[in-house]
């Protein structure tokens, strides 16, 4: 496309606005404690790092996040994150649910989070507003799907990936046109009989630059462009959410389009697919590539030492900024900031997230005269598909592993989901325990 057609690089005629999820009870108990944008990602980085930086590497300078529950830590995340200057007119802005003396709900769905906030949306010079997820792993230009909804004439363009069938059964499946136009829309589709009826055809594989032959269906990224006044109009109703309600109707009352992705997108909102994602960046080629500084993933400077190993056998892991490691084996593990790691402890399929400060040697000593462990994961420890959560103190010689354990447990020391062990965050795991 020629560069004479894409928009003025501050993209001022965009506003995006990121949906920072309801109480986020699929990661739970990570999202105990925190909104689900804020829960840590590949040892140094925030879930709401993704769209935002997605956002300022397209040019898109505006962004609000509508959140709703348990926000102070994406708050303080993102106040001392993203500061634009005085001059280019920027912003990365929370927006969360508040209660009014004409309403006193909460967000009710996606659809309504924005409508709730339109006032403030509205205040805005923009003709698009861009509507994107805070609980997904990708790397996307924003720019070549404004670009299509502004050439199409769309009055909302839908971004798509081409899918499985087994994973179609599980998001929003779209049928489109020659043109792109969607021309229906099916909400998880467990039906074969149903799903035999929206798979892509093959003779539109090669305009949608589809290789292969392999079934494939069209399915909704949950990223959205409305035209401002579109927007406007969709919303002036109850209906709640985008994916069930909204798009459904605007298909039948609006021009549609769909834009098809091509590339990597997870979406992490479950803490198996959390914890298979965070693994996955510490194989040699992961699908998702933190070393590509073309577009590269923000977050906050921490300003911290680089990490020291005191002897170990590290095997395909992340090792973040800050850590202490002595004399242990780290095995498909990502390690948090400020980890530290005892001597002899074997880690095995590991998401350690790490932790937010270093202890002093009065608080190691006081917690010690109470039988307790210091910060971090104590020596000897055997840890196996995990996810250690913030702050958490693992004593020594502890085991942790969710063998011969139901999928899902509730306990007081830890949680078991999808069939991963998850410590929550400040926990106290005594020496000697065996989960």
Known sequence: MANSKRMGPDHGNVLAVIMGGGQGTRLFPLTKERAKPAVPLAGKY????????????????????????????????????????????????????????????WYQGTADAVRKN????LNNSFEYLLVLSGDQ??????????????????????????????????????????EKRITRFVEKPKDPAVLDTLHIPLEMYPAL?????????????????????TVIKLLD??????????????????????????????????IRSFFEANLDLASELPKFDFFNMVAPIFSRPRFLPASKINGAAID????????IITRSQIQQCIVGVRSVI?????LNRVVVMGNDYYETDASIHDH???GEPRIGIGQNARIENAIIDKNARIGDNVVISPAGKPETVDHPLYFVRDGVVIIPKGAVIPHGTVI
């Open 368 to 370: 010690e005269a109470q």
């Open 46 to 105: 925030r879930l709401v790092d993704i769209p935002i930086s997605n956002c300022i590497n397209s040019g898109i300078r505006r962004v609000y996040v509508l959140t709703q529950f348990l926000s102070a830590s994406m708050h303080r995340h993102i106040a001392s994150s993203y500061k634009f200057d005085h001059f280019s007119g920027g912003f990365v802005e929370i927006l969360a649910a508040e209660q009014t003396f004409t309403d006193t709900s």
């Open 209 to 229: 630059n589809i290789a292969g032959q392999d079934e494939l269906f069209l399915a909704s990224m949950g990223i959205y462009v409305f035209n401002r006044e």
């Open 342 to 346: 005892g001597e002899g402890s074997r």
């Open 237 to 270: 109703n109850n209906l709640t959410d985008f994916g069930k309600h909204i798009i459904p109707g605007a298909i039948e009352t609006h021009k549609v389009y769909s834009h098809v992705f091509q590339g990597y997108w997870e979406d992490i909102g479950t």
């Open 316 to 323: 395909h892991a992340i090792i973040s900024d800050g850590c």
């Open 118 to 121: 339109l006032i403030h949306f």
């Open 137 to 178: 792993l990708y790397r996307m230009d924003f720019r070549p799907i404004v670009e299509q909804h502004a050439e199409t004439g769309a009055d909302v363009t839908i971004a798509t990936i081409p899918v499985a069938r087994r994973d179609a059964q599980s998001l929003g499946i779209m049928q489109i046109n020659d």
